[in-house]
């Protein structure tokens, strides 16, 4: 992947809107984003089920180019059957471009009414190996093997990232999840490397704990928490159990992340039963969309995403229903929207 432009000067972004409900969320994000007034120009493609039907390939040469061409994405959920059909798309995008980082923001918001509060974390998951590699075989009817692979080089590259993302953010400590009581080779050489990487950062507290006792741990006091540094696996459950305290998948946004490119989606699936009836919640496709201009540099109309968004969950007026209110998706949209004030007419708002 690299970054591309068009002709025009509008910086090209390749759209998927995605299956289930990803083209109604992902339309909202796309309306959230026009509003700030950054130009973009959107190459949209097909992928997952919804390519599977029309061109028998979940994953079309035409998305794989336009993603070649623009280096930048904004996805919506894809469909993965359970133990049936194509493997997943999103992990197949994620190994083929060499998105290593998946990182998840995971904040409170003011009128989203969980039990816990003034949540403010950030998962940070090793995304190309561990148990999703996908090496696994049948030894025998009834005996199948899965291979974990953990390597030096990636874990030392996460662990950098983690580290580089805490010192820019201001954060405060990193804390490596881990199961090396059990898993000494692989985990193992997991913290070892995060070890190394974190004598580079003296400013930051480096901690680590075993997987079950941080899952406990998050639940009882989240706040304990600041960047959490996991392997793939463990930061893909982990990462769903963050969510679920401040309001579940709706509201958490998510980017994948490599040396050249990024991939920008809402981290909820598909969700079937309500697609096409206007109920989905858009809010972690417009937050995903915010984390897309800040990585092109427009800091300002990320912000005035954020700070909109968050204005009208504070207010409790407009919550759709997985938030216990009943507004649709377009009328979430239009109150954010709203909450931003005029559209900007100049994308210079870099600051």
């Known amino acids: 992947m690299r970054k591309g432009s068009s002709s025009n000067g509008a910086r090209a972004v390749t759209l998927i809107p995605g299956d289930g409900i990803g083209p109604e969320v992902i339309a909202a994000a796309v309306a959230v984003i026009e509003h700030t007034g950054v130009k973009l120009r959107w190459d949209e493609q097909i992928a997952g089920m919804t390519a599977f039907k029309r061109a028998g390939n979940p994953v079309p040469e035409a998305l794989l180019k336009s993603l070649r061409a ?33 990182l998840r923001p995971v904040r409170s918001f003011q009128g989203v009414h969980t039990p816990f509060r003034d949540v403010d974390l950030v998962v940070v998951r090793e995304n190309t190996e561990d148990l999703y590699a996908g090496l696994e075989h049948q030894i025998t009817p009834g005996v199948v093997e899965s291979i974990k692979v ?31 009581n059990i898993m000494k080779l692989s985990d193992g050489l ?23 006792a941080a899952c406990m741990r998050l639940v009882t006091d989240p706040q304990a928490f ?40 809402a981290v909820h699936g598909t969700a079937p ?79």
Not at 71 to 83: I, S, Y
Not at 150 to 158: G, V
Not at 312 to 329: F, H, I, M, P, Y
Request: a positive charge; charged letters at 25%; aromatic letters at 6%.
């Open 70 to 102: 623009t280096g930048v994405a904004l996805k919506g959920p894809l469909e993965t059957r359970v133990g049936e059909g194509y493997r997943s798309i999103n992990v197949y995008l994620r190994k083929t471009f060499n998105l290593y980082a998946n």
């Open 150 to 180: 953990i390597t030096a080089r990636a874990s030392r590259r996460i662990a950098r990232f983690a580290f580089e993302y805490a010192r820019r953010e201001g954060r405060r400590c990193v804390t490596a999840i881990h199961k090396a």
């Open 190 to 212: 997991f913290l070892k490397c995060a070890r190394e990487v974190s004598s580079a950062f003296p400013e930051l507290r480096y901690e680590e704990q075993i997987v079950d």
């Open 226 to 265: 600041d960047v959490l540094l996991l392997e793939n696996l463990y930061g893909d459950i982990v990462s769903d159990l963050c969510a679920g305290l401040v309001g579940g998948l709706g509201v958490v946004p998510g980017a994948n992340y490599g040396d050249k490119g990024a991939i920008f989606e």
């Open 273 to 351: 039963d309500i697609a096409g009836k206007g109920l989905a919640n858009p809010i972690a496709a417009i937050l995903s969309g915010a984390m897309l201009l800040e990585y092109l540099g427009h800091q300002q109309a990320a912000r005035r995403i954020r700070n909109a968004t968050g204005e009208v969950l504070q207010s409790g007026n407009t919550l759709t229903r997985d938030l216990g209110g009943s507004a649709t998706t377009r009328q979430m949209t239009d109150a954010i929207i709203a909450a931003m004030g005029p559209r900007t007419s100049s994308a210079a708002d870099r600051a």
